[in-house]
Structure formats: structure tokens, C-alpha cells
């Protein structure tokens, strides 16, 4: 029986990190990006790559 609630309650906690890390994705896409347009927006340039080649 614990061996059960143990599994059902990392399942549980398993497919909240899934969650979690889905809306972090959105949450970091949409810092961004222009909402209206979608374009990348300064936040995305500033933390671009080729910009810390200089």
C-alpha cells in the first residue's frame, strides 16, 4: 500500500515539473517576444549569442 501511494504521488509530482517547465518555456518566450507581433524584442537580442561575441 505504500509502495502504491509512494508511485501515485511521484507520478503526481512528475507530471507537476512537466507542467512547471512548460509554463517557465512560455513565461521565457514571451519575455521575448513582442506580443502583438511576435517578433524577438530587445530581452531576446540582449541575450543573443552573437551579441557577447564583441
Given at each position: ?45 540582449d ?5 557577447a561575441?564583441?
Amino acid at each position: 500500500m505504500l509502495t502504491r501511494d509512494l508511485s501515485h504521488q511521484k507520478a503526481i509530482a512528475e507530471a507537476r515539473t512537466l507542467a512547471l517547465e512548460a509554463s517557465t518555456a512560455q513565461i521565457e518566450y514571451a519575455a521575448k517576444h513582442d506580443y502583438l507581433t511576435g517578433l524577438a524584442n530587445r530581452r531576446f537580442f540582449d541575450k543573443a549569442p552573437c551579441c557577447a561575441l564583441q
